[in-house]
């Protein structure tokens, strides 16, 4: 297990990379729809197409990843980032601009694999902290991308595509000669035998029925939707409601990130050690609605960056205890199927916000999609402290539970 653990730094530098790489793309996204005569409308549309593929390829990555291992598949899905992102960078339309959005989610999946080599290496003891691990990356390389990815946009806006596609690179380099399989013989041998159901609605609704994993998976559901209704239409409400540009997007995301490091990077390993998970999860959550409410109805920059800092910290720690729970909630042979599970809602979530999110921009202004996202992280609050705190609905066994069905 020792030896399994050092490799985490080195997954760290795996995430980390691959998020450079794509904070370099998130805060321009309106600025291609713009250059090539596109509505702001599509924007929401081109982030939807790559969740789009990924909703489709990252099941398929995840069992191909149980049954060869995670290394292999995480090649395939870095590989894949790299071909889409030199696609981009030689766009010339629209069309193009969508496919290479498309490639890179088809061959994603490199996170769901990421976090099953997560609980590879790690016991339920110190799995909060490994997953809060990968969330520093995650913070980390939100920190770098966005801020180089504005700079760079002004040498034209293939210049961020090729320099992360160069990072892209660097990364298979990495994970080909560096990065260790965790994946050990008997256990793949154990998950091959058992393998992952693919994703269905009667998968979903069968998982949803179950007595602790349905409770937590219901509120990811949720959580996850307002929470990716805020994040892709973060770039088009600073653009449309405050005015500010590529430069300063990059440099908002990056200020967002060095507080979701912070807090991921120590302090959900902390904080998960003095207090229960489940509360926990409901504070957090708690957190983050209201900051989205106050992030919403900000009135300039200044007040932005002030509702921004609450609604990072209490993401981060969110985000962090609900993949958490939902692991311990089942036994570590059926974990890996259940994130590849909430990996398919995240992704389903990730077409559906952004397509929602533009047309509820584009019919009631810019303002409305956060507001809504703060609705559905409060009622999801509420459920938490229902369900996880008051009634106690989450067991190591998802064949039990102390409260009754939802």
């Avoid at 559901?221 to 600073?238: D, G, I, K, Q, R």
Wanted: aromatic residues 8%; charged residues 15%.
């Amino acid at each position: 297990m020792k030896a399994k653990k050092a490799s985490l730094p080195l997954l760290f530098s795996v995430v980390f990379m691959d998020m450079v790489g794509f904070g370099f793309i998130i805060p321009l996204i309106p600025d291609y729809i713009h250059n090539f005569g596109g509505a702001p409308a599509l924007a929401g549309l081109l982030m939807a197409s790559y969740a789009l593929g990924q909703f489709f390829a990252a099941p398929i990555v995840g069992r191909l990843s149980d049954r060869y291992g995670r290394k292999p598949l995480l090649l395939f899905s870095i590989g894949g980032t790299f071909l889409s992102l030199l696609l981009l960078g030689f766009a010339r339309s629209l069309p193009l601009i969508f496919a290479s959005r498309i490639l890179d989610g088809l061959t994603g999946g490199n996170i769901t694999v990421a976090q099953s080599y997560i609980v590879d290496i790690t016991d339920d003891k110190n799995r909060a902290k490994g997953f809060g691990i990968i969330g520093m990356a995650f913070g980390f390389g939100f920190i770098i991308g966005p801020v180089f990815g504005g700079l760079l946009s002004g040498f034209g806006l293939s210049a961020p595509a090729f320099v992360a596609a160069g990072i892209a690179a660097v990364n298979l380099a990495l994970i080909a000669f560096a990065l260790p399989e965790s994946l050990s013989s008997d256990r793949k041998d154990d998950l091959t035998r058992n393998p992952r159901r693919a994703f269905s609605a009667a998968l979903l609704l069968e998982t949803l029925r179950r007595k602790g994993t349905g409770t937590v998976l219901q509120m990811s559901m949720v959580y996850s939707f307002a929470f990716t209704l805020f994040e892709s239409m973060f770039a088009l409400f600073a653009a449309e409601a405050l005015g500010v540009g590529p430069s300063e997007r990059g440099w908002l995301l990056a200020y967002v990130g060095v507080l979701v490091a912070l807090v991921q990077g120590g302090g959900v390993g902390l904080l998960a050690k003095r207090f229960d998970e489940r509360k926990l999860a409901a504070v957090s959550i708690s957190v983050a609605a209201v900051s989205l409410a106050l992030y919403s109805l900000s009135p300039s920059v200044p007040t932005l960056m002030l509702a921004l800092a609450p609604l990072s910290l209490g993401s981060g720690v969110a985000s962090t205890m609900l993949r958490t729970l939902l692991t311990k909630s089942v036994s570590k042979e059926s974990s890996g199927g259940t994130l590849g599970l909430a990996a398919s809602i995240d992704s389903v979530n990730r077409i559906l916000a952004p397509l929602a999110g533009g047309a509820i921009l584009a019919s009631i202004g810019p303002r409305a999609p956060g507001l809504i996202a703060a609705a559905l992280a409060g009622a999801t609050a509420l459920y938490a402290w229902k369900r996880l705190v008051r009634e106690d609905c989450l067991s190591t066994d998802a064949a039990t539970g102390s409260c009754e069905e939802a």
